[in-house]
T-cell receptor
Framework: AQKITQTQPGMFVQEKEAVTLDCTYD???????LFWYKQPSSGEMIFLIY??????QNATEGRYSLNFQKARKSANLVISASQLGDSAMYFC?????????????FGAGTRLFVKA | EPEVTQTPSHQVTQMGQEVILRCVPI?????FYWYRQILGQKVEFLVS????????KSEIFDDQFSVERPDGSNFTLKIRSTKLEDSAMYFC??????????????FGDGTRLSIL
């Protein structure tokens, strides 16, 4: 079964507008972490934002915010004031548990295109 | 800011040959990981490594693969008898250990492995 689901293979947004990238997850753990990574065409993986399962407030990092709805098991990424440089692949990821290797499981990704 | 470095950036190898991918994790990090990303697909977990031993591995990480921390700074992934389907981007990542699970994994820029 998919642990991380990103239902939008591609998204278009106009420059300077906000965009929401969807992510739902599945886990039976009480303690887990949710991450978003950006992968530009050059291929590197850039950490954007983190949300812990026990965090009561939604995480924010500059223009990035995470709309965390625990009961619905969703962790959508909101990018405000989109810029041309935001065009990239975006991966939602989850890390389960408090101990062990903390492997991270990735979704299939959403490719974001920002239009001028 | 400290970063994970991977060498080489691109490796071309004949099918059946052995290849070693090298990584230098961030110096005060204690958990190390390898992931792979087949072109156009999602990032897949291979293995995590802590305290000089494998802490977790995926079903992909079979006897063809091995990891090693030969000294205090390098972390290597060896692929024996490479196959065409091993062609992928291989990412090394490291994480600072701690009580809290909000520490993200920091990724290197990847090694693109091409098997001919």
């Amino acid at each position: 079964a998919q642990k991380i689901t990103q239902t939008q293979p591609g998204m278009f947004v106009q420059e300077k507008e906000a965009v929401t990238l969807d992510c739902t997850y599945d886990t039976s753990d009480q303690s887990y972490g949710l991450f978003w990574y950006k992968q530009p065409s050059s291929g590197e993986m850039i950490f954007l934002i983190y949300q812990g399962s026990y965090d009561e407030q939604n995480a924010t990092e500059g223009r990035y915010s995470l709309n965390f709805q625990k009961a619905r098991k969703s962790a959508n990424l909101v990018i405000s004031a989109s810029q041309l440089g935001d065009s990239a692949m975006y991966f939602c990821a989850m890390r389960e548990g408090q101990t062990g290797g903390f492997k991270t499981i990735f979704g299939a990704g959403t490719r974001l295109f920002v239009k001028a | 800011e400290p970063e994970v470095t991977q060498t080489p950036s691109h490796q071309v190898t004949q099918m059946g040959q052995e290849v070693i991918l090298r990584c230098v994790p961030i110096s005060n990090h204690l958990y190390f990981y390898w992931y792979r990303q087949i072109l156009g697909q999602k990032v897949e977990f291979l293995v995590s490594f802590y305290n000089n031993e494998i802490s977790e591995k995926s079903e992909i990480f079979d006897d063809q693969f091995s990891v090693e921390r030969p000294d205090g700074s390098n972390f290597t992934l060896k692929i024996r008898s490479t196959k065409l389907e091993d062609s992928a981007m291989y990412f090394c990542a490291s994480r600072h250990t701690g009580v809290f699970s909000n520490q993200p994994q920091h990724f290197g820029d990847g090694t693109r492995l091409s098997i001919l």
